[in-house]
């Protein structure tokens, strides 16, 4: 059994798990033991509160001249404010609300399109999830640009920068990349990829899949200086809302499809519709509750470098016990070494098992996890696991507990001498 290290106990785990009232879920009279974070993570009931109390409290469209309209104003411009401030960005007005990041980053999309021309250049990677491919791939094509592929190296599923340095000119436009692998977990040099991009291809703008990372990692956007950013507060226990961080010159400069009543000025010219206002409410609550992880202060940028430290004693405890399950596989970074290059996110297989086979197995046990591509399509197809079902994707989260990753190891070795 796993040893409790000085790390994992930096987090209050008995009041934080407290707070989610989903964590008590059994299932076939064991406990619920969610390590599906990846898909979306469960949900601390002072969000539930904050969302239903905006109906109860504050429902309203915006703009109008009476309370209710004026307090989800007000809803709306603190939650702006305290998302910038959880990405470091300069200003409210460079956070721009949305359905998901897949929605903003086609709308985002189509507005780049508008500047390239045939012969640009856009540059994509094979580690990514597909809303960080499609969307530039399909403006690529209206436009007539070129794109090119970032492959990652299959022995880790890392993206080196040597090869992303051999494909950057004068005539590249776009460099779209993730900031963790949603699939396996990688942590590419984000910075080191910009920098880069910014000696070499001084026409390109750099968009950043953060959607992965920022459940697991502080972000900060201007020390990065990428020019867009995406990120969903259903994974860092908010509700369903789609983020878009982008330099406030380049918000203001492109133009948005939008409906001509409506601001012609970002963040508003981008927040196309009526917002879910009830969930910007959620997302406040969800960077509240972040912030009290920290030791009590309100933060919540410092509190993500608290639950960084501890979720990498999770990732140095199911890797060292992963060693030990027969014909068990662990795609990407396994070593010690590299546990800062990685999220608590694996990607496996196990022999003798179909990926689909596997998670039902795990959930009759009350094991949650995920099987398939989860959407990053290349990754599965370039190690060629497509006729295996994919994937089992095991990932954990900051309220999961080193006695759960012994749960989910103990069940994966019983499982290898079960197989069907």
């Known amino acids: 059994m796993t040893s409790l290290s000085p790390a994992a106990l930096a987090l209050p785990h008995d009041e934080l798990r407290a707070q989610f009232p989903s964590l008590s879920l059994q299932v076939n009279g064991h406990a619920a033991l969610y390590a599906d974070g990846p898909g979306g993570t469960q949900t601390p009931i002072g969000v539930m509160q904050a969302m239903s109390g905006y109906f109860s409290r504050d429902n309203a469209n915006t703009g109008g001249p009476f309370a209710t309209s004026q307090r989800t104003d007000q809803t709306i411009a603190a939650a702006r404010r305290e998302m910038a401030r959880f ?6 007005e460079e956070i721009v609300f949305g359905q998901n990041t897949t929605s903003l980053f086609f709308a985002l999309g189509r507005a780049l399109r508008r500047m390239w021309h045939e012969g640009d250049e856009i540059i994509v990677t094979s580690l990514d999830h597909d809303a960080n491919v499609a969307p530039w791939t399909t403006a690529a094509e209206d436009a007539r640009a070129v794109v090119r592929t970032w492959e990652f190296r299959r022995e880790n599923c890392t993206l080196a920068l040597e090869d992303l340095e051999a494909m950057l000119n004068e005539r590249t436009r776009l460099v779209a990349m993730t900031h963790a692998s949603n699939a396996v977990g990688t942590i590419p040099d984000v910075a080191g990829a910009v920098r880069l991009v910014r000696a070499r291809a001084p026409h390109a703008l750099v968009v950043i899949d953060a959607v992965h990372y920022t459940p697991h990692n502080p972000v900060d956007v201007q020390a990065l200086d990428c020019d867009f950013l995406g990120c969903s507060a259903y994974k860092f226990c908010g509700p369903h809302l789609g ?6 010159d380049h918000l203001d400069r492109l133009e948005a499809y939008k409906v001509r009543p409506s601001s012609k000025k970002p963040p508003g010219k981008w927040e196309t519709g009526t917002q879910s206002f009830e969930s910007i409410a959620g997302l406040s609550a969800a960077l509240a509750y972040l912030a009290q992880l920290g030791g009590g202060g309100d933060d919540p ?10 979720e990498r004693s999770l990732t ?56 398939g591509n989860f959407y990053a399509v290349d990754v599965v197809n370039r190690l060629g696991l497509e006729d295996a079902g994919g994937l089992v994707r095991i990932g954990f989260a900051h309220y999961n507990t080193l006695a759960e990753v012994d749960r989910v190891l103990g069940a994966l070795t019983a499982l290898a001498f079960r197989r069907p």
Do not use: C
Request: net charge positive; hydrophobic share 50%.
């Open 87 to 92: 990405l470091h960005a300069a200003r409210p």
């Open 243 to 248: 983020i878009l961080y982008g330099k406030y």
């Open 301 to 310: 940028r410092a509190a993500m470098q608290a639950v960084r430290e501890y």
């Open 316 to 371: 140095s405890a199911f890797l060292a016990g992963a060693a030990g399950v027969p014909g068990l596989t662990i795609y990407g970074l396994i070593n010690a070494a590299s546990i800062g290059q990685r999220t608590p996110t694996f990607g496996v297989t196990l022999a003798g098992w179909h990926a689909r086979d596997l998670a039902a197995k795990l959930g009759e046990q009350g094991i949650f996890v995920w099987d």
